[in-house]
């Protein structure tokens, strides 16, 4: 069995039984994974660098996926077959990841399922997806190598109403309150407190240091 990282697992364990597209898949771990738990039998990885694309589609063979998993040397959702039911995106920026779902809206009539891993403007991420017709069903938070990442789970849906605090902290996170989450506000907190101490900073900064301190301290 392919060992994947605490981040991958927790993706690999939000994927339901389905036609899965894997966008961005570089190494391909999380679809040989899939393959061997037996919660897929058909997908797609897609690659749009060539060094990346090589590895993935050697690391297909290596594992005995490849009349299972096609790869795709392509952008993002251009060439996604019409089977497509769920599509993983991870490890890119928040607003790569609304980019690459928002340049193919014909691509995701059938998708019911879109699970994300975004490094940056995750915020954003939510409030784009939801916009799109899909609701946060799972999120998870995790550390690994000194970084949190938040992994999201929507499902379509008629309606998604989200408010400006599910936005920020997921509606799921902040309801769970797991240690990483707490960790991961926490260690923020440590950071205001460490930049307010250092002393001279204008009084509009301390202000909004202040003010983002203490709605963190809300959501503890
Ligand atoms: C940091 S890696 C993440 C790999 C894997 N998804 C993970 O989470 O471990 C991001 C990958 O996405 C690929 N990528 C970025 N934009 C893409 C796009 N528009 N279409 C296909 N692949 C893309 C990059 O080439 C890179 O291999």
Redesign the pocket.
């Known amino acids: 069995m392919i060992k994947l ?1 605490d ?2 697992q927790i ?1 690999h364990d939000m994927v339901p039984k389905s036609v899965v597209a ?6 391909g ?2 679809m040989v994974a899939l393959v061997q738990s037996e919660t897929i039998t058909k997908g797609y990885a ?4 060539e060094g ?1 694309f090589e590895r993935l589609r050697s690391n297909l063979i290596r594992y005995h996926v490849n009349d299972k998993i096609t790869p795709l040397f ?3 959702l251009k060439d996604l077959p019409r089977d497509t039911q769920t599509i ?5 920026g928040g607003l ?1 990841i609304v980019k ?1 779902l928002k340049a193919h809206p014909e691509k995701l009539v059938r998708v019911n399922t879109i699970i994300i ?1 975004a490094h940056t403007a995750v915020p954003l991420a939510r409030k784009e997806i939801c916009q799109m017709g899909y609701a946060i069903a799972d999120e998870k938070i995790v550390k690994e190598d000194d970084i949190f990442y938040e992994i999201i789970k929507f499902i379509k849906a008629d309606k998604a109403i989200i408010t400006d605090e599910d936005l920020e902290f997921g509606p799921i996170l902040r309801q769970e309150k797991s240690a990483t989450f707490k960790e991961k506000y926490q260690s923020r907190i440590f950071e205001i407190d460490t930049i307010l101490a250092k002393g001279s900073l204008p009084k509009a900064r301390i202000h909004s240091l202040n003010e983002e301190k203490a709605k963190l301290e809300r959501y503890l």
């Not at 894997?22 to 190494?27: A, Q």
């Not at 897609?46 to 660098?49: A, D, H, I, T, Y």
């Not at 993983?88 to 890119?92: C, E, L, N, R, T």
């Open positions: 990282s981040r991958l993706i894997d966008i961005g898949s570089d190494h771990k999380l897609v690659e749009n660098k990346p392509s952008d993002g993983v995106i991870a490890g890119m790569n690459i891993d």
